[in-house]
């Protein structure tokens, strides 16, 4: 898929860890894509029912709100990987050479701290939750069709924990660049020009024929 940056490859421990994790980010992210996917039959279902039998779904708010955590987050490793996430780069894409890399190195690890906290707060709203000793496992349910709610916060810190897994081996690559001195280090977004980019969409279009 063309996009705004490329990841490089090697045969680095680091590269090969980078390539181990992509399936499970796709994975994620197609999760994802079918959540999308879902709530436009859902609401098809929805308006179909209650234009011509009266009768739309019952609990289509409850569906939409379970659903939301896994369209919202379940991705969110993957474009971090591929550097396809909102960034602010008005600075950054000025630099070049170790002070690039020290400031994307500083900024991961910023991120990989802030997501560490976020997964264990996850995991604990999840926890309190959660309860085999309840009907379907659950200490609260949606309003309308008392839908267990703890499978959508469990997404959460699940989403968040592949998310650290990606910083860390960002991390790994933003500081072997700095040390190393690289120009095109592995396992992290490097972004590509206008021409690269439209060179990688030809790429992707011709591979699709």
Known sequence: MAGSAAVLEDSSI??????ALLPVERFCALLSGLAIFSLM????????????????LMGYIDYIEAAMPIIAIMGISYVQRDGTHIRMDMVVSKLSGRVLWLFE????????????ALTSGAWDH???SFDCARPY??????????????????????A???L?????????????????GLENPVA?????SVAEQAMAEAKALEGAD
């Open 126 to 128: 999840f926890d309190r």
């Open 14 to 19: 680091l590269s090969k860890l980078d390539r």
């Open 188 to 192: 992290v977004p490097l972004t590509l």
């Open 160 to 162: 968040f924990a592949v």
């Open 164 to 180: 650290v897994l990606r910083l860390i081996l960002q991390s790994w690559g933003y500081a072997r660049a700095l040390v190393l």
């Open 137 to 158: 496992c659950s200490r609260d349910s949606s309003i309308d069709i008392n839908l267990p709610i703890w499978p959508s916060k469990l997404v959460v810190p699940i």
């Open 41 to 56: 039959f859902l609401a098809a279902y929805s308006v179909i029912g209650r234009k011509f039998f009266g009768s739309p």
């Open 105 to 116: 190195l500083i900024s991961v690890l910023l991120m990989l701290v802030l997501i560490v």
